[in-house]
C-alpha cells in the first residue's frame, strides 16, 4: 500500500484548503483511511477518518469545519478544510489500515497564519 498525501500550504485564519490522498497498491476499498495530524514534540491525532463500516469519525476540534470524503474510482480521500484556526497548523498524515498493518503516507504542512 503506497499513500500520496497533497495540499497543504500556507492560508490565512478563516481560510480553507483541500488535502488529498492517493491510495495504489494491494488495497480493497477506502474503509479504514483517513488523515491525522501532529505538531512538533506532540503525538499524532486524529483528525477524520472512514471506519471500517465506511461510517466517518471526526475529532472534536474540526466538526462543522471540515469534511472528509473519497472518490472510490480514484481511490482518493479527500479533506476539506474550511474556517481554518492558528490551532489547525500542523503536518497532516494520510493512513490506511489494511489487514491489520497501519500504512502512512508523507506528512503535508499546513500552516495556518496571517
Known amino acids: 500500500v503506497q499513500l500520496q498525501a497533497s495540499g497543504g500550504g500556507l492560508v490565512q485564519p478563516g481560510g480553507f484548503l483541500r488535502l488529498s490522498c492517493v491510495a495504489s497498491?494491494?488495497?480493497?476499498?477506502?474503509?479504514?483511511m483517513g488523515w491525522y495530524r501532529q505538531v512538533s514534540g506532540k503525538q499524532r491525532d486524529l483528525v477524520a477518518a472512514?471506519?471500517?463500516?465506511?461510517?466517518?469519525n471526526y475529532a472534536d476540534s474540526v466538526k462543522g469545519r471540515f469534511t472528509i470524503s473519497r472518490d472510490n474510482a480514484k481511490n482518493t480521500v479527500y479533506l476539506q478544510m474550511n474556517s481554518l484556526k492558528p490551532e489547525d497548523t500542523a503536518v497532516y498524515y494520510c493512513r490506511k489500515k489494511y489487514v491489520g498493518v497501519n500504512y502512512w503516507g508523507e506528512g503535508t504542512l499546513v500552516t495556518v497564519s496571517s
Open positions: 497498491g494491494s488495497i480493497s476499498s477506502l474503509n479504514s
Open positions: 472512514f471506519t471500517p463500516f465506511g461510517t466517518t
